[in-house]
């Protein structure tokens, strides 16, 4: 079992304090709803002017000549990114100034907070005129301890939002999804008693599923018990603390939470005057002779990549309706298994999918090329790792902590994954650690002049063999595999065999259900992302490959299905991507528009041809 994640902010009664578990099980007042906004492109001094009236709290009378200041600028709701509240700001990075006003009715014998569901990207916030805390990345949650700095009646709270990414960030300004800017998620204020259970992990004993262990930790008191009730296994324990934290040990037999049953306990942790409730299931996951189990049991992962994006409603997911609306989609595909890419979605989503039986694969924003051989960006990660574990370490459909995504290959970025996996292990081993390696130009290079040039010069190849080279497949417990045959990798093989596009295409397609993957050690292996974009309403002959149609995506489909029969050691795949999403990466205008076109489904939720061959597919394999 490993040890307990420990923040690294500072605690004081005025200050960002350690991560409080479970938020929904604690007393909250929910401060959503439409906060003042000020915007600040240039950077420049709108603090102070800001800060001048905030002080104050200066309502603006009738009259009076203000420019620069909060209470006459714009409004955006909260929770919810800029850019699509405002077409102004759809692609802005940089700052903007919240504020709102908030009542609190203080009580003596009480600690307040505040939590963020998450702030994307650096946050700094300020309780009636004094700074607070600050946080950095944007999809992780934290609290700040507001005791001192509330008074009884009326508060107001102003929060500097700065989406600004630099290169020396996790991620870095390079990203293929919009850089969706605010306070992306709810905001609460939290009431909680002077000693209060500030986190919990409570989990089935990897090596002995009849014993529950675990730990809880209290904030302002170091001795005492700590009371642990399942009534529906009759369960009522306690257990003593020492130095404010308690082991928690004890024998169980619960039902296990799997895909088909999706058990759930009622857990009740008290201590002293405060009892949080939450739900919580009891699973084993393993990998053993290159299969996953599930309880035990060989299981295909049947999964399905999403970004943190609602269906029919524009942005940033943030609602419990938008989790179910996603994975709902999901389940029509036949899915068992989401990979949630790329950064740390919101607690909705782990609730969800807790509840509706579905795997779940939870990853950082270590994406693509981060400045691996810097230490800060190690530690950075490691504090991104420990938020999200924090925050979810007793949902129990997480069955993969994801270390990151298509990093290219170096001596320091393999240094970097060793330390990362390693943490990993020490904070939470009720899980597989995971990393989705990068296959791409010059792998395929290699297979058009070991098989391609042959083959046309009247030689036969019966299979095409990859081998998968990367260390990082050792370090990872479960590697996972980007691949785009049939859409990318033509662009490879083009040039490199001189042949026009659409050829290298054809060759691709016709040649798929020869390639055999080779992973190091014979490790069980899952494809994290493949895919092809389509517009939905496109369309064009199956033959004749149209790019963006519905039809060759269904065929790069009907082909990778047809590969993935052939793999050995292939224990599922995740295919990018279940519902287009925002990039700015993508402008071909006319058919992309900023928009990624890999979804199986569309913006609104309208399925495309390609959703039917893989949910065929998945309910064969049921
Ligand atoms: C990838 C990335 C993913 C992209 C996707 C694409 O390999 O991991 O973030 O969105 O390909 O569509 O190109």
């Not at 500030?198 to 004993?205: P, T």
């Not at 389940?331 to 890419?341: G, H, I, S, T, Y």
Request: glycine fraction near 8%.
């Amino acid at each position: 079992m490993g040890s307990r994640v420990i923040s690294n902010s500072s605690c004081g009664r005025s200050a960002r304090a350690p991560l409080i578990g479970n938020i929904e099980g604690r007393n909250v007042k929910s401060l959503n709803g439409t906060w003042n906004a000020l915007i600040d492109p240039n950077q420049q001094n709108v603090f102070n002017d800001l800060f001048h009236y905030a002080e104050r709290n200066h309502k603006p009378a009738p009259g009076e000549l203000l420019e620069l200041t909060i209470e006459n600028g714009t409004t955006l709701k909260v929770p919810g990114d800029w850019n699509t509240q405002d077409d102004r700001l759809f692609f802005y990075n940089g700052k903007v100034w919240y504020k709102r006003d908030f009542q609190v009715a203080k009580k003596e014998d009480k600690r307040y907070f505040l939590h963020f569901g998450a702030i994307n990207y650096k946050a700094q916030i300020y309780v009636n005129g004094k700074h607070v805390a600050s946080h950095t990345g944007g999809f992780t949650s934290f609290n700040c301890e507001i005791t001192d700095a509330i008074a009884d009646g009326n508060n107001f709270v102003v929060i500097n939002a700065n989406n600004t990414l630099t290169n020396s960030d996790i991620p870095t300004s390079r990203t293929d999804w919009l850089n969706y800017g605010g306070i992306t998620r709810d905001v609460n204020l939290v009431e909680l008693p002077k000693a209060y259970i500030e986190n919990y992990k409570i989990q089935l004993n990897p090596d002995n599923p009849k014993e529950i262990l675990g730990w809880a930790m209290i904030n302002g008191a170091s001795s005492g018990d700590i009371k642990v009730m399942i009534p529906e296994l009759k369960i009522n324990e306690s257990f003593p603390l020492e130095n404010g934290k308690a082991e928690i040990r004890f024998k169980a037999s619960p039902e296990f939470w799997s895909i088909g049953n999706p058990k759930l306990y009622d857990v009740e942790l008290t201590y002293g005057e405060e009892v949080v409730k939450d739900l919580i299931g009891f699973r084993t996951i393993k990998i053993e002779d290159s299969q996953i189990l599930l309880n035990g049991k060989p299981t295909m992962l049947k999964g399905i990549s999403i970004h943190e994006e609602a269906i029919g409603a524009d942005g940033r997911a943030h609602s419990y309706e938008h989790a179910i609306e996603l994975l709902q989609a999901a389940k029509e595909l036949n899915c068992n298994f989401v990979r949630l890419a790329h950064y740390t979605h919101n607690e909705h989503m782990l609730r969800a999918a807790d509840k509706m039986g579905l795997l779940v694969w939870a990853e950082i924003p270590v994406y693509w090329n981060l400045e691996f051989e810097k230490p800060a960006v190690l530690e950075m990660a490691k504090t991104r790792m420990d938020e999200m574990i924090g925050r979810d370490q007793n949902r129990v459909s997480i069955a993969f902590w994801s270390l990151g995504n298509e990093t290219p290959i170096s001596d320091a970025r393999n240094t970097f994954f060793r330390a990362l996996n390693t943490h990993v292990k020490s904070v939470d081993d009720t899980r597989l650690t995971t990393a989705a390696l990068v296959f791409g130009g010059e792998e395929i290079g290699k297979m058009a002049k070991e098989y391609y040039f042959p083959t046309m010069a009247g030689e036969q190849f019966d299979t095409w063999d990859i081998h998968i080279e990367d260390e990082l497949a050792s370090i990872v417990d479960l590697p996972a595999i980007n691949q785009y045959f049939g859409w990318y990798y033509s662009g490879f093989l083009a040039p490199q065999a001189k042949i026009p596009p659409l050829k290298a295409r054809q060759v691709m397609l016709d040649n798929m259900s020869k390639i055999r993957f080779h992973i190091p050690g014979d490790k069980a292996y899952v494809f994290s992302e493949t895919g092809a974009g389509a517009r939905r309403g496109i369309s064009g002959n199956e033959e004749d490959m149209v790019i963006f149609s519905e039809e060759y995506q269904a065929l790069v489909y009907k082909k990778q299905i047809e590969m993935w029969r052939n793999q050995k050691g292939l224990v599922g795949m995740s295919p990018w991507i279940l519902k287009d999403f925002r990039s700015t990466m993508r402008q071909r205008q006319g058919i992309q528009d900023y928009w990624n076109l890999k979804g199986l489904i569309d913006d609104n939720g309208n399925p495309k041809k390609a959703f039917f061959v893989l949910q065929d597919f998945y309910d064969e394999k049921n």
